[in-house]
């Protein structure tokens, strides 16, 4: 009998196969909270068995018509004798609201079906590139800072801060190149990046519950500054003068958030239940910003400044905040929009 584990809070559902059969493993892709999804990313992480698959080039995706799915296949470990233990198959989908798409994954088969364009990966002493045809990443391998760039054509949208995190990164291991995909370890520290969204995904993993943090500075020139925080609903406000904030804070009781200027701040609205996601803009620039599962513990906090300072931050174990940056007109430029970006499609093995 096959068993599976599915994991609401990132793209990734594992799949695990019976050491018994190396037949074709069918999934379901299903769009749970009610948007209209387009070109969206899904990670279907698969066990296999010892033996069955020798090259992860090899495996194939298919939809539920029998036509073949453009699909990244990258082999995530492999067993003793170097078959392919876990198999990540990257690939996007459209869905509408609460559809379900079936598709089957074969282990053999022949090359898959290449796709145009994507994500690529440029490498240097000091650091790290992520880039499409329409927006670069650039990752410093030493984590001062961890990301110091992200541009789109000669629009950037980072200061020389860049940002940061809480636990210091580690030794960069690229584990995922595109062209769907690219997926870096830094230690404790995980960027993910995906081809159809111009998001990044910074994750920090604790050993124990501790006060993490993601702190950025964008490059936002000068105030007026439009911030919004997503509440149920949309909570506006403007950031006039250059030592302006305004924090969003969740805790048992509900959320608050304080505006003011320097050390002095007021009550702007209460309320009871937040979705952790928010934007900050100017006439140039609009970045997009979430985090995962801010409703639950740790009391999280988002800050956003008219200095374009950002910070996110919880006590738990671990972290998840994404950051994803468009120009104006937002409306034209956006391709997605922070509560889809927060709502992953959920993956589920077919009994």
């Given at each position: 009998?096959?068993?599976f584990?599915?994991?609401?809070?990132?793209?990734?559902?594992?799949?695990?196969?019976?050491?018994?059969?190396?037949a074709?493993?069918?999934?379901?892709?299903s769009?749970?909270v009610?948007?209209?999804?387009?070109?969206?990313?899904?990670?279907?992480?698969?066990?296999?068995p010892?033996?069955?698959?020798?090259?992860?080039?090899?495996?194939?995706?298919?939809?539920?018509?029998?036509?073949?799915?453009?699909?990244?296949?990258t082999?995530?470990?492999?067993?003793?004798?170097?078959?392919?233990?876990?198999?990540?198959?990257?690939?996007t989908?459209?869905?509408?609201?609460?559809?379900?798409?079936?598709?089957?994954?074969?282990l053999?088969?022949?090359?898959?079906?290449?796709?145009?364009?994507g994500l690529?990966?440029?490498?240097?002493?000091?650091?790290?590139t992520?880039a499409?045809?329409?927006?670069a990443?650039?990752?410093?391998?030493d984590?001062?800072?961890?990301?110091t760039?992200?541009?789109?054509?000669?629009?950037?949208?980072?200061?020389?801060?860049?940002?940061?995190t809480?636990?210091?990164?580690?030794?960069?291991?690229?584990?995922?190149?595109g062209?769907?995909?690219?997926?870096?370890?830094l230690?404790?520290v995980?960027?993910?990046?995906?081809?159809?969204?111009?998001?990044?995904?910074?994750?920090?993993?604790?050993?124990?519950?501790?006060?993490?943090?993601?702190?950025?500075?964008?490059a936002?020139?000068?105030?007026?500054?439009?911030?919004?925080?997503?509440?149920?609903?949309?909570l506006?406000?403007?950031?006039?003068r250059?030592?302006?904030?305004?924090?969003?804070?969740q805790?048992?009781?509900?959320?608050r958030?304080l505006?003011g200027?320097?050390?002095?701040?007021?009550?702007y609205a209460?309320g009871?239940r937040?979705?952790?996601?928010g934007?900050l803009?100017d006439k140039?620039?609009?970045?997009?910003?979430?985090?995962?599962?801010?409703?639950?513990?740790?009391?999280?906090?988002?800050?956003v400044?008219?200095?374009?300072?950002?910070r996110?931050?919880?006590?738990?174990?671990e972290?998840?905040v994404y950051?994803?940056?468009?120009?104006?007109?937002?409306?034209?430029?956006?391709?997605?929009?922070?509560?889809?970006?927060?709502a992953?499609?959920?993956?589920?093995?077919?009994?």
């Amino acid at each position: 009998m096959r068993r599976f584990a599915i994991s609401l809070a990132s793209f990734t559902s594992l799949i695990v196969v019976s050491h018994a059969s190396a037949a074709p493993i069918e999934f379901t892709v299903s769009e749970i909270v009610g948007l209209r999804r387009f070109g969206y990313p899904v990670t279907a992480s698969l066990e296999t068995p010892q033996g069955a698959l020798r090259d992860a080039a090899t495996a194939r995706l298919f939809d539920a018509k029998g036509k073949e799915v453009t699909a990244q296949f990258t082999a995530m470990a492999k067993w003793p004798d170097g078959s392919v233990r876990r198999l990540d198959a990257d690939f996007t989908s459209s869905l509408g609201p609460m559809e379900t798409e079936t598709y089957r994954v074969e282990l053999v088969g022949g090359a898959a079906r290449s796709g145009k364009g994507g994500l690529t990966v440029t490498e240097t002493a000091e650091e790290i590139t992520v880039a499409s045809s329409a927006i670069a990443h650039k990752i410093r391998r030493d984590g001062k800072p961890l990301l110091t760039s992200i541009a789109h054509g000669k629009t950037e949208f980072f200061a020389a801060e860049g940002v940061t995190t809480t636990l210091t990164p580690g030794k960069a291991e690229i584990l995922k190149r595109g062209p769907f995909n690219v997926t870096l370890r830094l230690g404790p520290v995980t960027l993910e990046y995906v081809s159809s969204k111009s998001w990044v995904k910074i994750t920090q993993r604790a050993g124990t519950p501790v006060l993490l943090a993601v702190d950025a500075r964008f490059a936002l020139p000068e105030p007026p500054l439009l911030w919004d925080f997503g509440v149920e609903s949309w909570l506006y406000g403007c950031l006039r003068r250059p030592n302006e904030t305004a924090v969003l804070r969740q805790d048992a009781n509900g959320w608050r958030v304080l505006t003011g200027a320097g050390e002095r701040s007021s009550v702007y609205a209460t309320g009871k239940r937040c979705e952790g996601w928010g934007h900050l803009a100017d006439k140039q620039h609009v970045i997009a910003f979430g985090v995962a599962d801010f409703s639950g513990d740790g009391e999280p906090s988002l800050f956003v400044g008219a200095d374009g300072r950002f910070r996110a931050s919880a006590k738990r174990k671990e972290l998840t905040v994404y950051f994803h940056a468009v120009g104006q007109p937002v409306q034209v430029t956006a391709m997605t929009s922070p509560p889809s970006m927060l709502a992953p499609l959920v993956v589920k093995v077919k009994e």
